[in-house]
């Protein structure tokens, strides 16, 4: 079946430009996460949903990071006003259910690259 | 606070030799532990897990004990193989923590032939 799918696989924008990354996770997989991996600070958890709610947003490094999803389904992760910083690749995971005990799938991911 | 540490690499090796990564975690309670691989130019892919202390996680020849007494989950494999160049990631599910992974830095592995 259909792994978790997320675009755009490259995007490269100017800084202070706002950015969406879209992820598609499995279907039926209610849990749906967010991590960021860069150079410098490896691999960061941003944010979790389950279904449309996000119970945990502890990661989102600043109030230009938002995410939303919808139907619970597709999520998109918009960057405002985009830093230098903020370059790094951007990853999707969707489980079933939000425990250590079921598999998280991830995404290709979206190379950001802020010029 | 909750961590997870792991050995710095690249780890350089000679095809058929074994490896073993050293993992160590720092948690409140009793995490799940992961082993993720990231082979090159590919996404993150789960190697095995263990869920609690004494469990052995497998898969295609690595393996990794959950330890709870030295609070560690080596990964460890007998004889690599080239195809096994990739960048390991050390990871814990603590509880209460939505199921989101808490990584340690990866360790780069380097078989050559």
């Known amino acids: 079946g259909a792994g978790v799918s997320q675009s755009p696989s490259n995007k490269v924008t100017e800084k202070g430009k706002d950015v969406e990354l879209r992820c598609d996770p499995i279907s039926g997989h209610t849990a749906l996460y967010w991590y960021r991996q860069s150079l410098g600070q490896g691999l960061e958890f941003l944010i979790y949903f389950q279904g449309n709610s996000a119970p945990d947003k502890s990661g989102l490094p600043s109030d230009r990071f938002s995410a939303e999803r919808t139907g619970g389904s597709v999520s998109t992760l918009t960057i405002q006003r985009t830093q230098q910083e903020d370059s790094a690749v951007y990853l999707c995971?969707?489980?079933?259910?939000?425990?250590?005990?079921?598999?998280?799938?991830f995404g290709p991911g979206t190379r950001l690259t802020v010029t | 606070g909750d961590s997870v540490t792991q050995m710095e690499g690249p780890v350089t090796l000679s095809e058929e030799a074994c490896l073993t990564i050293n993992c160590t975690y720092t948690a409140t309670g009793y995490p799940s532990l992961f082993w993720y691989v990231q082979y090159p130019g590919e996404g993150l892919q789960l190697l095995l897990k263990?869920?609690?202390?004494?469990d052995k996680g497998s898969n295609k020849g690595f393996e990794a004990t959950y330890r709870k007494e030295t609070t560690s989950f080596h990964l460890e494999k007998g004889s690599v193989q080239v195809s096994d160049s990739a960048v390991y990631f050390c990871?814990?599910?603590?509880?209460?923590?939505?199921?989101?992974?808490?990584f340690g830095a990866g360790t780069q592995v380097v078989v050559t032939p």
């Open positions: 995971a969707s489980s079933l259910v939000s425990s250590g005990s079921y598999e998280q799938y």
């Open positions: 263990a869920t609690k202390a004494d």
């Open positions: 990871a814990q599910v603590t509880t209460d923590s939505w199921g989101k992974l808490q």
